[in-house]
Nanobody
């Protein structure tokens, strides 16, 4: 049974930084690409970043809204994916979710964590 558990959210002032972690269990972590998504109140869930199975930065992707400020990475030995968030803005306030991508269908994510709240004050 696959489980994803996010941590690291919290309250931070604009311009600050946070690092989110997502610990995975069940299945072989290194066989799957991973992603981060977020959902702000009253808005639809949106893509934030994704990383390949190997973690190569060549195959990391970001939403335009976070490009240059957020960095996704992974440690396959620890079964963990990270999201380093710098220069945070109030509009980054949301619940952040990690997800495991389907191995066979592009852009389909089959397993999701429970989410961690990030609040950026102005």
């Amino acid at each position: 049974q696959v489980q994803l558990v996010e941590s690291g959210g919290g309250l931070v002032q604009a311009g600050g930084s946070l690092r989110l972690s997502c610990a995975a269990s069940g299945g072989t972590f290194s066989n799957y690409a991973m992603g981060w998504f977020r959902q702000a109140p009253g808005k639809e869930r949106e893509f934030v970043a994704a990383i390949s199975r190997s973690g190569s930065s060549t195959y990391s992707y970001y939403a335009d809204s976070v490009k240059g400020r957020f960095t996704i990475s992974r440690d396959n030995a620890k079964n963990t994916v990270y999201l380093q968030m710098n220069s945070l803005k109030p509009e980054d306030t949301a619940v952040y979710y990690c997800a495991r991508r389907n191995a066979y269908v592009d852009n389909q994510y089959d397993y999701w964590g429970q989410g961690t709240q990030v609040t950026v004050s102005s």
